[in-house]
């Protein structure tokens, strides 16, 4: 387990996330039960049952899919927008699905490997704790915004910095 200091805000969290994780292992037979943990209060821990269980649900109902993923991520261009109805027709034509699938119950889609592609989770998550995320999401936006453009300035200053410095060289030879 790794050692989150007490004080710090994501240590609830990682305390969370070990505790669905052995729970989740425990329920596929893999660890022995998992005992709760006290720092967590009965919503929380009843949040990560249910998240557990939904996990379990999923990875004991697989989908595979006739696509071989590796191939297709390759032809993809990169920051796909998804609205070029021409490349959209080529991929189609070169990936034509074998089936249609209908996902209403919790499932992981493999591909024709049998690597997951992605996990179906429906209802993982309460819708309270749904609303609380987002509230804690944009609460927190405009001091994310503030970090994010300090780092983009600095990383163009240091950017400037070592072009000058390059060209400098450069132009002293």
Not at 39 to 56: E, G, I, P, Q
Not at 120 to 146: E, F, H, K, R, W
């Amino acid at each position: 387990m790794i050692h989150i200091p007490p004080d710090w805000a994501l240590t609830t969290t990682h305390i969370a996330s070990e505790y669905v994780s052995h729970q989740f292992l425990a329920l596929i037979g893999r660890r022995p039960n998992a005992i709760p943990p006290l720092k967590l209060d009965f919503v929380m821990l009843m949040a990560c049952s249910k998240l557990a269980s939904t996990l379990t649900d999923a990875y004991r109902n697989p989908i595979t899919i006739n696509l071989d993923v590796t191939r297709y991520a390759e032809v993809l261009q990169m920051m796909e927008t998804g609205i070029n109805p021409a490349h959209e027709d080529s991929l189609l034509a070169r990936y034509p699905p074998d089936s249609q699938i209908h996902l209403d119950w919790p499932a992981v889609v493999c591909n024709k490997f049998g690597i997951i592609v992605f996990w179906y989770l429906p209802g993982a998550i309460d819708l309270a704790i749904q609303n609380d995320m987002a509230a804690a999401s944009i609460a927190t936006a405009p001091a994310l915004l503030v970090l994010a453009t300090a780092r983009a300035m600095i990383s163009q200053a240091e950017y400037v910095a070592k072009t000058y410095i390059i060209c400098g060289l450069v132009w002293l030879k």
